[in-house]
């Protein structure tokens, strides 16, 4: 257990389309978490920021640009970029220095604007990227990926669009009892389903929007949790491991997977990888977690996590959505906080706003969103070039 | 009216003519293979390879999914006015085992695909510059 660290505060600015300076959003999310860690900003050894590349240099200097803001201390500065595990990699960068004894107590902090409607590349001709081509050659966009998946799943699996729309209702549901979430609205099934499709089978309700938001985390040595008189809640795991080659699974931004005539595929996918590596490190399985918080791109996504982390096997997640074990009240309820279907997505922000989930979940002040007796909890996301990431933490 | 000149989207990608097949490239090492091409590196971790021969890829393969798209999508893509829902499939190759995405044919409706479904690739129009039709490789069910 000699990796363990403790979560002392966690922070959140609503999520919305506020337009306003994602510093802002940063601020109140770290002052939030500040005081819910009993600390000042001047406590702060380290900053460590999740990076942004749509506000500017400010956004590319994340860890500097809160460390300004929020007045130079002399701390110590980190900034992490990698996609939407962004988040998650700068809290797996802070632990390993509280790990190597380079600091005892880090703020960990991720903010967002975002533009509307779909993500697009970056401007300009770039011929030499995928990220670009994709949608000069083909009009790919992230939701082309989101409804291959589905479609598949509909192919192999006995998938149907009710499925899909039943995971957007539950975590529309569960977005209601969640003051940080962007929507407060219920949804039913017909709702869902007369939305108009935007990349068949996948309908406008059920892919997530981007959002402007912000998320911090305090995370602390053991040691530091006890002298503060603290019985934390700790982070036992973080994942944050590249695919294995061949990667055979079609990902964001990519034309192709990779070919595996010369190599054989890995047992594992990079989804079911990136959960596998968390339950090592925490010496932990699926049967230990209360809870999950999984990234719902799409509400067909959803379904495809309670497999890559293990919560049923493959082919079985429209049974257990059915059975209505991952709603709150059942089994193992997934995306309690009502997930990016009630947040909509702000990238460097996401990975943190599930730990900060897990962590109200898991100290039982999750209010009308908690789940009963939750001990373990566990998240699990992916990003773009091979990024993706996974936390576990238990009382 | 005068005929437009017909140039490929991107050079280097696809052959033309009747049997067009997408160019990649095979580890000249480890055999792997690689679309879109690879010349630099391998991707192989076992495999430190930088020689590598250009190769024309299978022209057939099987449906792994597919998708069609109701909203235009954002530039870099190129749509005219009269915007139409296109089709996007993910299909396997038989010999290189791997998926490689692709708009689908004009005139193939979206119901008629299944995942499985055995596909082959032509050569179309993307989008029409003044005095040029540009093309792209797109997947189309074989017909026997
Ligand atoms: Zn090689």
Redesign the interface.
């Known amino acids: 257990m000699a990796k363990e660290v403790a979560i002392l505060g966690v922070g959140m600015h609503p999520w919305g389309k506020w337009g306003k300076n994602f510093v802002e959003y940063g601020i109140k999310a770290c002052n939030d978490a500040l005081d819910d860690a009993g600390l000042e900003w001047n406590d702060i050894e380290v900053v460590a920021g999740a990076e942004t590349v749509r506000n500017g240099y400010a956004g590319y200097v994340a860890g500097a640009t809160f460390a300004e803001a929020l007045g130079w201390s002399g701390a110590r500065v980190s900034t992490s970029y990698a996609a939407c595990a962004s988040g998650a990699q700068a809290i797996n960068n802070a632990r390993a220095m509280i790990l190597a004894d380079m600091a005892d107590v880090i703020l960990v902090v991720g903010a967002d604007t975002t533009p509307k ?2 993500l ?2 970056n401007a300009g ?1 770039r ?1 030499a990227d ?1 990220d ?10 992230n ?2 990926y989101f ?6 799943r509909m ?2 699996y006995g998938a149907t669009e009710e499925d899909f729309a039943a995971v957007k209702v539950k975590n529309a549901k569960h977005g209601m009892a969640n003051p940080y979430a962007r929507y407060h609205k219920e949804f039913t099934l017909e709702q869902v389903l007369e939305s ?7 309908r406008l309700f059920e892919i997530c929007a981007t959002s402007d938001g912000a998320a911090a985390v305090v995370i602390c040595s053991m040691e530091y949790a006890r002298k503060h008189n603290v019985d934390p809640v700790k982070i036992r795991a973080v994942s944050t491991i590249t695919p294995t ?2 990667q ?1 699974t ?1 990902d964001m931004p990519y ?9 054989e595929e890995p047992a594992l996918s990079f989804k079911d990888s990136i959960a596998q590596a968390a339950y090592e490190e925490a010496g932990l399985g699926p049967e230990d977690m209360s809870l999950a918080e999984v990234y719902d791109l799409s509400s067909a996504l959803e379904l495809d996590w309670y497999e890559n982390i293990g919560l049923c096997p493959k082919g079985d997640a429209e049974k257990l959505l059915r059975d209505g074990a991952t709603q709150i009240g059942g089994r193992i309820p997934v995306n309690p906080s009502g997930g990016l279907a009630s947040f909509g997505e702000a990238v460097p922000a996401q990975a943190l706003a599930q730990v900060c989930e897990l962590t109200w979940q898991l100290r039982g002040q999750a209010g009308d969103r908690q789940v009963e007796g939750a001990t373990a909890g566990i998240t699990a996301n992916v990003g773009l070039f091979g990024h993706g990431s996974s936390v576990i933490c238990s009382v | 009216m005068t005929e437009k000149n017909v140039a490929p ?2 050079e280097g990608w696809f052959t033309t003519g009747d049997t067009p097949h997408l160019i990649g490239t095979q ?1 000249k090492t ?7 091409k690879q010349d630099l590196f391998c ?4 495999c430190r390879s930088t020689e590598f021969d250009e190769v024309e890829l299978s022209r057939t393969g099987k449906i ?8 235009r ?7 005219g006015d009269d915007f139409e829902p ?1 089709t ?1 499939a ?1 299909v396997e190759l038989d ?9 689908v044919a004009n005139g193939v409706a ?1 119901a008629d695909l ?3 479904l055995a596909m082959e690739i032509v050569v179309e129009t ?1 989008y029409e510059e003044e005095d040029t039709e540009r093309t ?1 490789w797109k997947w189309k069910p074989v017909t026997d």
Not at chain 1, 147 to 152: C, G, S
Not at chain 1, 255 to 263: C, E, L
Not at chain 2, 64 to 71: K, Q, V
């Open positions: 409607g779909f697009a590349p001709e011929w995928p670009w081509l994709r949608f000069r050659l083909m009009g790919c966009t939701p082309t409804a291959l998946y589905a479609r598949r192919d192999l108009p499709m935007v990349a068949d089978p996948l080659y061949p055979t079609i034309f192709s997977t990779d070919s595996a005539a010369a190599v | 989207s991107i580890c480890c055999q792997t293979y690689f679309f879109p991707k192989n971790p076992a792994w999914s597919y998708t069609e798209h109701y909203y999508p954002p530039e870099p893509y190129i749509s296109y996007i993910a010999k290189e085992k791997m998926v490689i995405l692709g708009q979206h299944t995942t499985g993307l792209v």
